[in-house]
């Protein structure tokens, strides 16, 4: 789901005209999904607990990766979008509470040594892009404060929305922007 599907939904949750409620009961369906009128009565007769989700009830999440020492992990590629190796991830949520983003995970940068060296440093800078003794450089994305810590679990990291730093009216603050002033045009693309 792309980053702006993500925003779309979470933006539907809570507010006016969009209520979502999760509801668990007793009733079992029949083999065919026939949606009658006689069924979702039923299954209302049936409802045990009725919970409504509100805004702060829900968050993006992406796949969680610890940082562990003697694994590589990919660069991270705005050009290609990291299809060709997604087995490898190119960020990691270290001891300290941040998630990382790798920008470059060999002390050359180059793509012909991408993946062969594994990552034994773990990064602990709080904000900025940081190169280590291992070679490879990280950016601090977001630490999991309190608010975030309540979904963070052992198969998901929770991700803030960042909807007033990244938006329409702030075309200026983007982590492509940032990548572009930094390595320049090329940026997120090994040689």
């Known amino acids: 789901?792309?980053?702006?599907?993500?925003?779309?939904?979470?933006?539907?949750?809570?507010?006016?005209?969009?209520?979502?409620?999760?509801?668990?009961?007793?009733?079992?369906?029949h083999s065919t999904n026939t949606n009658t009128t006689y069924d979702r009565n039923i299954i209302s007769n049936e409802?045990?607990?009725?919970?409504r989700i509100k805004r702060?009830?829900?968050?993006?999440?992406?796949?969680?990766?610890?940082?562990?020492?003697?694994?590589?992990?990919?660069?991270?590629?705005?050009?290609?979008?990291?299809v060709e190796d997604a087995s490898?991830?190119?960020?990691?949520?270290?001891?300290?509470?941040?998630?990382?983003?790798?920008l470059s995970n060999n002390d050359k940068n180059r793509s012909d040594?991408?993946?062969?060296i594994a990552s034994t440093t773990e990064p602990s800078h709080s904000v900025g892009i940081q190169k280590?003794?291992?070679?490879?450089?990280?950016?601090?994305?977001?630490?999991?404060?309190?608010?975030?810590?309540?979904?963070?679990?052992?198969?998901?990291?929770p991700v803030p929305i960042l909807e007033n730093l990244f938006s329409e009216f702030n075309t200026g603050n983007s982590l492509n922007g940032l990548a572009t002033d930094i390595c320049g045009s090329s940026a997120g693309v090994l040689g």
């Open 56 to 82: 702060n009830d829900v968050v993006p999440v992406i796949q969680r990766v610890d940082w562990t020492s003697g694994t590589p992990y990919n660069y991270f590629n705005s050009k290609q979008g990291n």
């Open 113 to 116: 040594l991408s993946l062969q």
């Open 132 to 157: 280590y003794s291992d070679g490879y450089t990280w950016m601090a994305l977001f630490k999991i404060d309190y608010t975030l810590s309540k979904f963070l679990t052992s198969n998901w990291i």
């Open 47 to 51: 409802i045990s607990i009725v919970k």
């Open 88 to 102: 490898y991830a190119y960020y990691a949520l270290a001891s300290n509470g941040i998630v990382y983003l790798c």
């Open 1 to 29: 789901m792309s980053s702006n599907n993500v925003l779309d939904a979470y933006n539907l949750v809570g507010t006016d005209g969009h209520h979502q409620v999760l509801f668990l009961g007793g009733y079992t369906a």
